[in-house]
């Protein structure tokens, strides 16, 4: 057929036409040939939390290599060229971007469905929590809190929503006495709340434990405490009253918030004492009085001045004394302990007030050798701490860290003192609450150290530092603790205790049997918390009946070191060890049946926890007291343990059993336990009542 010039024209136009339709034409890049991309995999929505980023992804087919390029909200995103792309870490303008991916081939380009970027907020992170202050009447306070991801906060006070108190601080402009309690602060946006720590306001100082009145036996102290609450650091001045007078003498020295007496007589009966309290505000607080009650009673020694650790020459025969006080005859016998052992050996001979140490006793090989004394009388015995020799250039440390309290947000300084004729190099150590490991703090390899913030978190940490002088032996310092914030309480018996092996839970009058009359039983309870130790009291009652003649083995109250490895189920063995024998402490031992190189029983004592150290020694034992179990009788005895700075005293239905000095772990676990074995006794503890505070001074 023969077509016209014309026809030919139109015939090729409409070929053209139908090829750039097929090619995908009409709006898409210019086609060269092929088909155009096919997106089999579309972009998903994404939702990410504020700071995460975002991935977005396709797939395609095509003619030839595939190239894409990213679009954010329509325009462009500079080098997002591949069929992943990651978004930077989101904000919350963010929230609903479209994204779209062009793929192109050489065909052409096809524009994938948009993804919507949906960013929410995440939970609000409280950063720095308020901490508790002390302030003085009409002094203004702020609290502060330091939170990320936060758009609206609000205080509450004594758990009640404080009004228009709905910024990060909260002002108090005039404190008062309405003004003191417990406040947190509710942090929200739009994901939820998260409400703080609870920071306490204290105004003006109250005090919060009074001198409580004491029974002593003639040649015994007594000891005497006061506590306070509010503007610390707080000065003492202690008073005597003599009997039959009504006014009070200042005691000369008696400036810290314990005082003890010398060694008293009966011409001291009736005496009281009380004790003024001034705080940094200037404010000043007398106590109430506290009455001494002294009696003809018979009673184990008490040391006054222990033996202390010495730095000797190779060679040198130093003496080490002790000074005791006590119904007569005082016997003594002195103990040395080798360096590296953890038990003291009798030395022969070593009968007397003093030991002088002969010299081949002061070798190299005896440097950190420790010696102790035991102080006897036909009541009793005291034994004092081990007093450390450090021979030639050995180290000894003549100030140990002590424990620190802080509020929340604080910075908490550890630090010692020790001596050498080289130099020294320190590294401090830490173990978590808790926890048995220690691990060594990076930097701090000074004799302080400071960590310059602290949480509540942080409370029980416990810290010691090893000191070298890459010559002699490192010595390891004694354990301090930190504590932020309030301090952990101990409830009664109703709750919150837990049972270990046959103690049964609380019954409903509060009281909890340890053991029952059958032979072979363990029992305890334990506080699942750690406590401070610094300002102890402690006043329960033992009940025992049913009792087997003889009685059984007796029952025990420890506390017990976490950072030697004692434990929330830890208990000791059935028979010998009133199921306190292998809790790693200082435990108190009440006991009333006589084992193997027991004392005559029954006694009351305190020593160590761990095996090794059991009876090795008693520091100190009272064996002039009551029966604490009778075969077919109720027995019960009141009993008061105060611990306060290191100082011990315990009593016996109101009569003080004995006072020293005891190295308890700066921070606990609070055990009581009994057992039997082939005789038996029901043991229940009840009345129980703890209190626990920072020390004063």
């Known amino acids: ?3 016209r010039s014309g026809g030919i024209q139109l015939l090729a136009a409409t070929l053209a036409l139908l090829v750039m339709t097929a090619c995908g034409g009409g709006g898409k890049s210019t086609p060269s040939s092929g088909q155009l991309p096919t997106i089999t995999q579309q972009p998903a929505n994404q939702t990410v939390t504020v700071g995460q980023t975002a991935t977005f992804n396709v797939t395609a087919t095509g003619t030839g290599p595939l190239t894409y390029q990213w679009f954010g909200s329509g325009t462009a995103i500079a080098g997002a060229t591949s069929s992943t792309y990651t978004t930077p870490a989101t904000a919350v303008g963010n929230n609903n971007s479209q994204f779209t991916v062009t793929v192109t081939d050489t065909a052409g380009s096809t524009k994938s469905n948009p993804a919507t970027l949906t960013v929410i907020l995440s939970l609000p992170v409280i950063t720095m929590q308020p901490a508790s202050v002390n302030v003085c009447n009409n002094a203004s306070a702020t609290l502060s809190v330091t939170a990320t991801n936060a758009t609206s906060y609000q205080w509450s006070f004594n758990g009640s929503p404080i009004a228009g108190a709905t910024s990060s601080s909260y002002f108090i402009a005039s404190a008062t006495t309405i003004d003191a309690g417990s406040y947190t602060v509710t942090v929200t946006n739009a994901s939820g709340s998260v409400t703080s720590q609870a920071a306490t306001v204290l105004v003006g100082t109250s005090i919060t434990s009074n001198p409580a009145s004491l029974s002593i036996a003639q040649g015994q102290t007594a000891a005497f405490s006061v506590a306070a609450a509010g503007g610390a650091p707080f000065s003492y001045q202690w008073y005597a009253i003599a009997p039959g007078s009504t006014t009070g003498v200042t005691i000369a020295g008696a400036t810290l918030s314990t005082y003890t007496t010398p060694v008293e007589g009966i011409s001291s009966n009736g005496s009281q004492y009380y004790v003024t309290l001034t705080d940094t505000c200037g404010k000043v607080l007398t106590s109430t009085s506290a009455t001494l009650t002294v009696t003809l ?25 002790v000074t005791a006080v006590g119904p007569p005859t005082l016997t003594y016998q002195w103990y040395r302990i080798p360096a590296g052992s953890i038990t003291g050996t009798a030395i022969s001979g070593a009968t007397a007030a003093s030991y002088t140490v002969p010299a081949t006793n002061t070798t190299v090989s005896n440097d950190q050798d420790g010696y102790y004394v ?54 401090w150590f830490e173990a978590a609450p808790g926890s048995s490991s220690f691990s060594a703090i990076s930097g701090a390899t000074g004799a302080t150290y400071t960590q310059a913030s602290t949480a509540t978190t942080d409370s029980g940490s416990v810290f010691h530092v090893v000191v070298s002088n890459g010559s002699t032996a490192s010595v390891t310092s004694s354990s301090a603790s930190i504590f932020v914030g309030a301090l952990t309480s101990i409830g009664s018996l109703c709750s919150g205790w837990l049972p270990l092996g046959n103690a049964l839970p609380a019954s409903s009058s509060c009281t909890i049997q340890l053991s029952a009359a059958t032979n072979n039983q363990v029992g305890g309870i334990v506080w699942p918390n750690l406590i401070s130790t610094g300002n102890l009291q402690l006043s329960f009652t033992f009940t025992t009946n049913d009792s087997t003649s003889p009685p059984a083995d007796g029952f025990a109250m420890t506390l017990g070191d976490p950072s030697l490895g004692a434990t929330i189920t830890k208990i000791g063995s059935v028979g010998s060890g009133l199921g306190a024998d292998g809790i790693p402490g200082v435990v108190f031992v009440f006991d009333d049946y006589r084992d193997v190189n027991d004392p005559p ?48 005293t315990v009593t016996m239905d109101g009569l003080q059993l004995f006072s020293g000095s005891v190295a308890v772990p700066p921070v606990a676990y609070l055990y009581f336990s009994a057992s039997t074995g082939n005789f038996n006794e029901q043991t229940v503890i009840s009345n129980l009542s703890v209190t626990v505070t920072a020390p004063s001074n």
């Open 297 to 321: 009673g018979n009673v184990p020694p008490t040391i006054i001045t222990p033996p202390v650790g010495q730095t000797a020459s190779i060679g040198s025969t130093p003496t080490l004394s």
């Open 601 to 648: 029983v029954p006694y009351i004592a305190v020593g160590r926890g761990e095996t090794a150290l059991w009876q090795s020694p008693y520091f100190n034992l009272n064996g002039n007291i009551p029966p604490l179990a009778t075969a077919g009788t109720t027995v019960s005895h009141a009993y008061v343990v105060s611990i306060v700075q290191g100082k011990i």
């Open 1 to 3: 057929m023969m077509l």
């Open 374 to 427: 035991i102080v006897s009388n036909s009541y009793g015995q005291a034994a004092s701490q081990p007093a450390i020799l450090a021979i030639g250039t050995g180290i000894q440390i003549t100030q140990q860290p002590v424990t620190v309290y802080v509020s929340a947000g604080g910075s908490a300084t550890f630090s010692v003192t020790a001596t050498s004729t080289l130099p020294l190099n320190y590294q």
